[in-house]
């Protein structure tokens, strides 16, 4: 699903559970869209997220912790 730059409500819910629970892995964000979505295409939302500005990202070691920005949607 390619989106031109608003946020829909799978973004938001993604975005929602970083603010409650930050530095948060990619994997923790997710996991609870499995049943729903493949793993793939929820990753490259992240990805978008990032790309866009609305998440921060840390290393920590081979895992990235997900931080909210101060832009949000």
Known sequence: ?????????LDRQMLDEIKRNPGLHIRGVIRPFFAERAEF???RRI?????KGYIRVE?????????ITEKQG
Do not use: Q, V
Request: charged share 40%; aromatic share 8%.
């Open 47 to 51: 990805d978008r997220l990032i790309a």
């Open 59 to 67: 290393k920590d070691g081979a895992l990235r912790k997900l931080f």
């Open 1 to 9: 699903m390619e989106y031109i730059g608003r946020l829909d409500a």
């Open 41 to 43: 295409p929820l990753r």
